[in-house]
Every structure is written in structure tokens, then in C-alpha cells.
């Protein structure tokens, strides 16, 4: 398995909390991404990273901030979490050209 | 924009038996990826297939295989030999190679719920 940890797993917290997801890597990759998964959505791109301190938007960036302040590491963090953002989200990295490899996925619950 | 299309959102196979998932795209790019993903009921994603836009020859990986239709945008998966351990979401993904910018973005469809009966 490539070496990706999503941190948390699980998580559960109420509307209008700041919550930041952890994605860490080691396998020393340019590109990590995030994504969040619905159903009769697939997974779709939320920020991607391609460097440190390199981040863009992806199509369903409203709501979400990103920070890469060192290869390893990629953070999403929902500034003021709502019921919308109830979801399962997976880090990915990737180098050129090749598959992304994905983490473990966090289950994100919004009450 | 690229889209990804899985026209079928649930299928079931028997065990033993060969099934076929579909998978169109649509694109303007000449040259991209694409990958088929499993995700099975533990919720990782795991890639099964990949094929390369530039080569004819469709990319097989045991018991999976592709048939890759560039002209018709076409990508399906191939499961022969269907096993129980195959029962997951299947994911089709295109990757459009941008390197003046040095992005690889995914686009995925919206999966294929495969389940196969003993």
C-alpha cells in the first residue's frame, strides 16, 4: 500500500465548528488531492496540491481551504462546517503521469 | 470540460460468470489516462486497470481487462471469472496530462454498484 494516513477516520461535530482533516504521505509525491464522495456523485475534486505551498481549486471548493507547508502533509479544514458537508473524504497522491493512490477515507458527520 | 459517464448504476454478475461495466467519456484532448478504481465495502479505493490513450493494445491485469474504443470514447471493464471478493463500486476515471501546468486532475463517473451471487 502507498504510504497515505487520513487523520481522523471518523469524525462528528456540530454546524458552524472549524474542522481540519490531516492527509500525510510518505512517499515523498509532488501532488496530493483531496476529494469528497457522494452518492450519485462519484468522487469529486475539492483542492489539489501540486508542491509545497502550490494549492488550486477543484470544482467543489467553496467552503473548504487547503495548506501543504511541507511535502508530507496536506490539510483541508472546513472554516465553518455545515450539514452540505456531511461526507466521506479521501486524500490521494500522485507523481506525473501516473494512478493516484488513495487513502483510507474520513467519515465526516455535520449535526 | 471532460465528463465521465457509467450509464449503469447498479449490476450482478454470478460467480464464475464474465460481466462487462460500461464507461464512456467525453474529451477533446488527445492524450490522457484512463483508470478503473474498486471500491469494495471497506471503502478503499483500489486501482484495478490502466490504459494509455496513445497505445491501441487494450491493458488487461488477470482476471480484468479493458476495451478501450478511442474513436467512440468507450472504456469498459471486463470481470471474467467473476469471484464474490469482486463485489464493489467500480469507479471509471479519466486523467488529462497538462504539463505546461503540471496537473493531473481525475474526472471520475458515479460508479457501478457490482454484486456477484453465489
Known amino acids: 500500500d502507498a504510504g497515505i494516513t487520513q487523520s481522523p477516520r471518523h469524525k462528528v461535530t456540530e454546524t458552524g465548528t472549524p474542522v481540519t482533516l490531516r492527509c500525510h504521505q510518505t512517499?515523498?509525491?509532488?501532488?496530493m488531492y483531496w476529494y469528497r464522495q457522494d452518492p450519485g456523485h462519484g468522487l469529486r475534486l475539492i483542492h489539489y496540491s501540486y508542491g509545497v505551498k502550490d494549492t488550486d481549486k477543484g470544482e467543489v471548493s467553496d467552503g473548504y481551504s487547503v495548506s501543504r507547508s511541507k511535502t508530507e502533509d496536506f490539510l483541508l479544514t472546513l472554516e465553518s462546517a455545515t450539514s452540505s458537508q456531511t461526507s466521506v473524504y479521501f486524500c490521494a497522491i500522485s507523481d506525473n503521469n501516473q494512478p493516484q493512490h488513495f487513502g483510507d477515507g474520513t467519515r465526516l458527520s455535520i449535526l | 470540460a471532460q465528463t465521465v459517464t457509467q450509464s449503469q448504476p447498479e449490476m450482478s454478475v454470478q460467480e464464475a460468470e464474465t460481466v462487462t461495466l460500461s464507461c464512456t467519456y467525453d474529451?477533446?484532448?488527445?492524450?490522457?489516462?484512463l483508470f478503473w478504481y474498486k471500491q469494495p465495502p471497506s471503502r478503499q479505493m483500489i486501482l484495478v486497470i490502466r490504459?494509455?490513450?496513445?497505445?491501441?493494445q487494450n491493458a488487461t491485469e488477470n482476471r480484468f481487462s479493458v476495451n478501450f474504443q478511442k474513436a467512440a470514447k468507450s472504456f469498459s471493464l471486463k470481470i471474467s471469472d467473476s469471484q464474490l471478493g469482486d463485489t464493489a463500486m467500480y469507479f471509471c476515471?479519466?486523467?488529462?496530462?497538462?504539463?505546461?501546468?503540471?496537473?493531473?486532475?481525475?474526472?471520475f463517473g458515479t460508479g457501478t454498484r457490482l454484486k456477484v451471487l453465489a
Open positions: 490504459q494509455e490513450a496513445y497505445k491501441q
Open positions: 476515471a479519466f486523467m488529462k496530462s497538462a504539463p505546461a501546468s503540471g496537473t493531473y486532475k481525475y474526472i
Open positions: 512517499e515523498n509525491h509532488r501532488y
Open positions: 474529451t477533446s484532448e488527445s492524450n490522457y489516462y
